[in-house]
Nanobody
Framework: QVQLVESGGGLVQSGGSLRLSCAAS????????MGWFRQAPGKEREFVAA???????YYGGPVKGRFTISRDNAKNAVYLQLNSLKPEDTAVYYC?????????????????WGQGTQVTVSS
């Protein structure tokens, strides 16, 4: 069974930075597509970023140029560097994994999800 565990969330001031981590176990990590999504109170889950098995990256419009996704296959981990944070980035951030092809921006492409980590950006 695949397990995903996020860490690194917290409270930060506007303009600050955080680095989220997601540790994966239970399946060949190097062949996965890993994604990050976020969900703010009262809003739908939103695509943030994804990285495929060849380290190709994809970003949602609101975070492009500010967030960076990366992976370390030796550590079975994916990271999300959040820079120039804004109050509207406040949300629970979820790590997700898929071993299927598809549209990486769609939440239904991912079969496994972490429990989420809270990111709060104060103004």
């Amino acid at each position: 069974q695949v397990q995903l565990v996020e860490s690194g969330g917290g409270l930060v001031q506007s303009g600050g930075s955080l680095r989220l981590s997601c540790a994966a176990s239970g399946r060949t990590f190097s062949r996965s597509i890993m994604g990050w999504f976020r969900q703010a109170p009262g809003k739908e889950r939103e695509f943030v970023a994804a990285i495929n098995w060849s380290a190709g990256t994809y970003y949602g419009g609101p975070v492009k140029g500010r967030f960076t996704i990366s992976r370390d296959n030796a550590k079975n981990a994916v990271y999300l560097q959040l820079n120039s944070l804004k109050p509207e980035d406040t949300a629970v951030y979820y790590c997700a994994a898929s071993w299927r092809g598809g549209i990486v921006q769609r939440a239904d492409m991912y079969d496994y999800w972490g429990q989420g980590t809270q990111v709060t950006v104060s103004s």
